[in-house]
């Protein structure tokens, strides 16, 4: 499943023309508007925004979680056009580690357990489950966490534990939604610089902010308004206007 | 397995509601089986009361009989007479035995004990009509009764409230009603009739015996009964003989045409519209359980609505990181199985200890079915299936972005 050594000429996210709607007091508000955007193998790429600009629309739909009215995504050159519920979750599992604002963690559950829960939607159940997850905490620093429920951690370190969970499929991109939007500033630092080192050991990081100083952080600074590419900090200026 | 193991994970967390919710299962898994046990129970105390009763019986009295337009009591006219008994075996073929009686009240008293028991004065025939054994001691002959001998045979109940231990009633001599007659013979246990009413308190006696000395009063005829127990053969033929029967007694009492003069009902028969009656109600009683069973199942329907709505964040979270729809729909239909599950385990083993209550607390009869127990917990199963269902599609359906921003 971690193809970060696949071919690096492969983009590992390919939009093109991606287009999207929603219907809104009886119109159609076009929320995206051709969107081009190519990441590739290794890059960490801050998408920025303000409200209502479509970088939610554009992170789900690089997400997996909705298809596009118009455009193609595709995830290490496959298109994603036409899949089914099923098999978009498939690529999710496969291919994506999502990171949110809230964590989203399984109150009551230990950090072991939530880390592990995503392997249970496997077809084959995976054997070294506990190992996986024990190695993931220990790459996000909560080595000596393992047993602790989401109410007795931190908010840096319930994000932590997020992160770690996000990591355990092997995904080849980590989707991060406001990911230091419900922590304070020196707690942001530390989850940026985690993003930072794991961008460092390989993986293609995708961040979706409305914060200059963490997007700042990024190799590359995507912005998007009113649907469309603003400006592109990198060499690739695709979808600069 | 792990899909189960996330199931009993998330109702343990919400114990309480866990346990209200499976108590409409619990409640209409026990009752469906407490009902069935009763209904079963009298059944079965219905077919053991045919079985000692004896089949293929018919039995004869005499019915009141208008005289001039005014209704006598019944066996006012026409009385039977231990020669009509004799004429029906002599005349049909058919019949195995007629046991011919009459019924009294006694009071009988042994040293310084006495018990006040039903008797019955009858002809030898009765034993076998009305399928009596003799476990101890003789049955009386038929010379015994035509000379009025002083014997008596002695049923359990009376025995126990006379002697100590009833092995030794036989050979002693009990006064009844005054007269002094001497146990011959102990009969075997028979219990309560279809009535309730205890079958082994009674003393049987040759008929003469009775008429003359213990029930019987000066100037009456003393071969003179009031009914007969008719055994016939098979049971194809009892039509046959019973209206053979009332032609023949008819014709021997010389009744008017059109007249009815004696009655011959088939016990049997009866006994088996009483346990046809038996039947239905107690499968009515379960039906109704069964509504209990299916309101429960609703409420687990309920709840398991409540718990979707609550989890649709950590759905929309399964989801993102990979479950298909499929996996959340089996995951919820799971959780309302074991919901159910554990609700028909412990409904199961409250019925287990209720049965037990009423049959040797309350001395009820009650019969446990197997089939009846595998059914409910098997149907029970499929309510969890049928009712989880819509919460769990529900869930399976939820679209990952909006579970996700769900508050």
Not at chain 1, 211 to 220: N, S
Not at chain 1, 225 to 235: I, K
Not at chain 2, 270 to 284: D, G, P, Q, W
Request: aromatic content about 4%; glycine content about 10%.
């Amino acid at each position: 499943m971690n193809e970060l050594s696949s071919s690096a000429s492969t983009p590992t996210i390919q939009c093109e023309q991606l287009s999207h709607s929603f219907p809104m007091a009886g119109e159609r508000f076009q929320v995206l508007k051709g969107i081009d955007l190519t990441v590739m193998p290794g890059e960490m790429v801050a998408i920025i925004g303000p409200s209502g600009s479509g970088k939610s629309t554009l992170m789900n739909l690089i997400g997996c979680l909705m298809t596009p009215e118009q455009g193609e995504l595709k995830i290490l050159g496959k298109s994603t056009s036409g899949l089914t519920k099923a098999q978009l979750a498939d690529v999710r599992r496969d291919h994506i580690g999502f990171v949110f604002q809230q964590f989203n963690l399984l109150a009551r559950t230990s950090a072991l357990d939530n880390v592990k829960m995503p392997l249970m939607y496997h077809d084959e159940p995976i054997k070294d489950a506990d190992e996986r997850a024990r190695a993931c905490l220990e790459s996000v620093g909560l080595g000596d966490r393992l047993h602790n429920h989401p109410s007795q951690l931190s908010g840096g370190q319930q994000q932590r534990v997020a992160i770690a969970r996000a990591l355990i499929n092997r995904p080849d991109i980590l989707l991060a939604d406001e990911p230091t939007g419900a922590l304070d500033t020196h707690t942001s630092g530390e989850i940026m610089a985690l993003f930072r080192k794991l961008n460092n050991a390989g993986h293609t990081v995708v961040l979706v902010t409305h914060e200059m100083e963490v997007a700042e952080q990024a190799d590359r600074i995507v912005m998007v308004r009113d649907g469309c590419l603003l400006q592109d900090s990198s060499q690739h200026l695709e979808g600069a206007k | 397995m792990s899909q189960l193991f996330t199931a009993l994970i998330s109702l343990r967390r919400n114990m309480m509601r866990s346990i209200l919710t499976t108590l409409g299962i619990i409640i209409g898994i026990s009752a469906v089986i407490i009902m069935f046990a009763l209904g079963e129970g009298a059944q079965r105390e219905v077919e053991e009361k045919i079985k000692s009763l004896g089949t293929n019986l018919l039995m004869v009295r005499a019915e009141a009989i208008n005289t001039a337009g005014a209704r006598g009591a019944s066996g006012n006219v026409n009385r039977l007479n231990i020669s009509d008994a004799d004429a029906i075996k002599r005349d049909l073929s058919e019949v195995v035995a007629v046991g011919a009686y009459n019924r009294g009240q006694a009071q009988v008293v042994y040293g310084n004990q006495n018990w006040n028991t039903g008797i019955q004065g009858a002809n030898v025939d009765l034993l076998t009509a009305s399928n009596w054994q003799v476990t101890d001691g003789r049955a009386y002959s038929e010379s015994e009764v035509r000379s009025g001998a002083k014997v008596v045979l002695i049923g359990e109940t009376v025995a126990k409230e006379l002697f100590d231990d009833p092995a030794f009633a036989v050979g002693e001599t009990v006064r009844v009603n005054k007269i002094p007659l001497k146990i011959i013979g102990l009969l075997g246990a028979k219990g309560e009739d279809m009535r309730g009413f205890d079958q082994d308190d009674i003393l049987i006696m040759p008929l003469t015996t009775a008429n003359r000395r213990v029930i019987g009063k000066s100037g009456r005829d003393i071969n003179r009964v009031s009914r007969m127990v008719v055994a016939v053969d098979e049971e194809n033929n009892m039509t046959y003989v019973s209206e053979e029967m009332e032609r023949l007694l008819n014709q021997r009492h010389r009744v008017a045409a059109g007249q009815t003069a004696f009655s011959v009902r088939n016990l049997s028969a009866m006994l088996s519209t009483r346990a046809e009656a038996n039947k239905v109600f107690s499968s009515l009683l379960a039906g109704v359980a069964g509504v209990s069973l299916l309101v429960g199942g609703i409420g687990v329907m309920n709840i398991m609505l409540v718990s979707v709505t609550e989890r649709t964040r950590e759905i929309g979270l399964r989801m993102a990181v990979g479950a298909k729809p499929r996996a959340i729909l089996a995951q919820f239909l799971i959780e309302s199985v074991v919901l159910c599950l554990v609700g028909a385990m412990l409904g199961l083993l409250i019925s287990l200890l209720a049965v037990g209550l009423m049959q040797f607390g309350m001395g009820w009869s009650m019969a446990l079915s197997p089939v009846i127990m595998l059914i409910s917990v098997v149907g029970t199963a499929l309510i969890g299936v049928g009712f989880g269902f819509y919460p769990a599609y529900k869930a399976s359906n939820l679209d990952p972005i909006e579970a996700l921003r769900f508050e």
